[in-house]
Nanobody, 122 residues
């Protein structure tokens, strides 16, 4: 599966951005999807995950209540709505995919797209 993320940009603290990731190459609904981010000098970290049918979601504590992950299996897209952005949300954001399996934590992925830069100014 190939993944293409978009929607990053520069926003002031307190603002919102919506990231989108389009998948191609395989049946999208077979995959759990996730978003990760990597800030300069830091390791990549999990942000949010969503199960193949959208029935389960999981968020990092740092974004819970501010970010919402969603998917549209007809359009092969997974989105990340980011509200109340903070300077510490500044990072390159990556979408990721893994073949769905029972009991998945939604935190481990096998396929990665290129990143999209999100910069939050104070």
């Amino acid at each position: 599966v190939q993944l293409q993320a978009s929607g990053g940009g520069l926003v002031q603290a307190g603002g919102s951005l919506r990231l989108s990731c389009v998948a191609s190459g395989r049946t999208f609904s077979l995959y759990d999807m996730g978003w990760f981010r990597q800030a300069p000098g830091k390791e990549r970290e999990f942000v949010a995950g969503i199960s193949w049918g959208g029935g389960r979601t999981h968020y990092a504590d740092s974004v819970k209540g501010r970010f919402t992950i969603s998917r549209d299996n007809d359009k092969n897209t997974v989105d990340l709505q980011m509200n109340s952005l903070k300077p510490e949300d500044t990072a390159v954001y990556y979408c990721a995919a893994v073949l769905a399996r029972s009991g998945s934590s939604l935190r481990e992925y096998d396929y990665w797209g290129q990143g999209t830069q999100v910069t939050v100014s104070s």
